[in-house]
């Protein structure tokens, strides 16, 4: 390693503050770990969330972020699928583990080698930053949460159809191109501004969640092809979408109701009887036995096989130069909302 390499953090100092810039030592990977030089750090709308509210913060400073690309610096002795120099994609558990050397928003962090994945020559450091949470959580809120069939498995899909509610979001994006990819009549809701795009990912019929009409709209145009709406995929997740959600699915004819949803449901909320709503815990990949075990064949062996032949096509994107520093300023913008872009910031 150079003698000038460095690893800057920017931390939290304090409940609700803005992020400062720190030099902090370089960490040394654990037996099953692996550390990245980051290029670009990919943020989520749950980084300023849990900046503004000290969600999953047990002490300050704290250092946020999950997602990230980069180049591999060193590996623990039990890992043996990278090595350094490998270009890869991670997803840090900062969150759960409560290490600060586990979160992105830094230069050098430390991931599990079983939340690891290894680009293909055709995937940029650039488009890599993008995928990691959008990737977990999508895959298991379709093939987890709702039980849909896998693309792996080739098994028949079912005679119904799945909604993407908000499929401009990253998770969005990816969630009509896995459901797509396991043969799935996939509808989508999100601004018509978006539609063709989204339509290019394999989403079959798209609906604008600005009109009066939606619900209706998407429930006929389901009914009229003989596969009612019986599976909804909320990336959103707020008393607005579920809202129109639980109105599509009881008007639906379909007899399995089932939504899946990326935030807990609000409280005061009803949900409405004959419906199963569940959240999505992209984070149980990190601690759960049988979820690591999958987290582990998604990002090490699936995902790159699924870039490589284009199945998944990762989401647009737009870069924030000047490193970590840059960092509250690109979480400032993507608090004032952003559509159809994933906000990465080059370090």
Do not use: C
């Amino acid at each position: 390693m150079s003698n000038q390499a460095e690893n800057l953090a920017a931390l939290v100092p304090a409940a609700k503050a803005e992020l400062v810039v720190e030099k902090r030592p370089i960490p040394t990977p654990g037996p099953d770990e692996v550390l990245v030089r980051n290029h670009f750090i990919g943020l989520n709308p749950l980084d300023w969330k849990r900046q503004l509210s000290g969600m999953f913060i047990s002490s300050y400073p704290a250092i946020l972020g999950t997602d990230s690309s980069g180049i591999v610096e060193s590996v623990g002795s039990n890992v043996t699928k990278f090595k350094p120099g490998d270009r890869v994609l991670g997803g840090a558990d900062g969150m759960i583990s409560q290490k600060p050397e586990n979160a992105s928003y830094q230069t050098y962090t430390i991931f599990r080698a079983t939340s690891t994945s290894k680009l293909p020559s055709n995937i940029s450091l650039e488009q890599a930053a993008t995928l990691t949470t959008a990737t977990i959580t999508s895959y298991l809120m379709l093939f987890h949460v709702l039980g849909l069939p896998k693309p792996e498995l080739k098994t028949p899909p079912p005679n119904a159809t799945v909604l993407i509610w908000g499929g401009a979001s990253t998770v969005g994006n990816l969630a009509i191109q896995f459901a797509k990819a396991a043969g799935l009549n996939v509808y989508a809701i999100a601004s018509k501004k978006n539609h063709e795009y989204l339509r290019s990912l394999g989403a079959k019929l798209l609906f604008d969640y600005h009109s009066d009409t939606v619900v209706e709209d998407a429930v006929a145009a389901a009914e009229r092809e003989g596969k009612p709406i019986a599976y909804v995929a909320d990336t959103i997740t707020s008393v607005a979408t579920l809202g129109s959600v639980q109105d599509i699915l009881s008007k639906s004819t379909a007899t399995v109701k089932n939504v899946a949803h990326t935030a807990p449901w609000p409280e005061d909320f009803k949900k409405l009887d004959g419906i199963n709503a569940d959240m999505v815990h992209g984070e149980e990949v990190w601690y759960k036995p049988d979820m690591i075990e999958l987290g582990s064949k998604v990002f090490n062996e699936d995902l790159p096989k699924w870039l490589e032949s284009g199945v998944i096509v990762p989401p647009p994107y737009r870069v924030v130069e000047g490193g970590v520093g840059k960092i509250q300023d690109a979480l400032k913008v993507l608090q004032a909302g952003v559509s159809n872009q994933k906000v990465v910031v080059g370090v």
